[in-house]
């Protein structure tokens, strides 16, 4: 096998097009590294008897990627980051109760009654999802439901204004 760096020359265009084809447009560097450590990963496995490397190495660096791009999907629904802009703006601001639930309110439009229910419970009453199941008599999984099509809702709504 070549020294890896000539690997390295020789497959970056097919990097970059299993990037492009898997619509990859945030982080795109960690994926370029995701997919160099397929092609080394690649290149340390294959077997010269069994047929052509550059195939091997693409369905290799390509599931490599998917691998990531599916743990960083999960590792995204399991953690919320707020803005630290609002944070920002909210510091040393005291709103009122009133205010602060129509607010909150006014981030519920475009969300099904239930998701609104999610959201308005995890905020204003900081419940946890079973205290939210137990409160509404459904049980955990359809408030994990709500959870997630909120959750989806809102960031597509964020996107739009970023």
């Known amino acids: 096998m070549e020294s890896f760096d000539h690997l ?9 097009k299993i990037i492009k084809s898997l619509h990859i ?32 190495a693409y369905t ?17 629904e399991k953690h919320i980051y707020m803005l630290q802009e609002f944070f920002d703006a909210m510091d040393g601001i005291e709103p009122l109760p009133f205010l602060e639930k129509e607010t909150i309110q006014s981030y519920c439009e475009g969300l099904t009654e239930k998701e609104a229910k999610w959201v308005m419970a995890m905020s204003l009453d900081q419940l946890s999802i079973k205290e939210i199941a137990e ?9 994990k439901q709500w959870r997630s099509g909120a959750i989806r809702k809102l960031r597509e709504t964020i996107s739009t204004y970023n």
């Open 8 to 16: 390295v020359v020789q497959y970056q265009p097919m990097i970059h």
């Open 135 to 143: 409160k509404e008599k459904v049980s955990v999984s359809a408030v």
């Open 60 to 76: 290799y660096m390509k599931g490599k990627m998917l691998l990531q791009m599916n743990q960083n999907n999960h590792f995204n």
């Open 25 to 56: 447009y945030k982080n795109e560097d960690e994926f370029y590294q995701t997919g160099l450590i397929g092609l080394w990963e690649a290149a340390q496995a294959f077997d010269e008897r069994k047929g052509n490397f550059s195939n091997y």
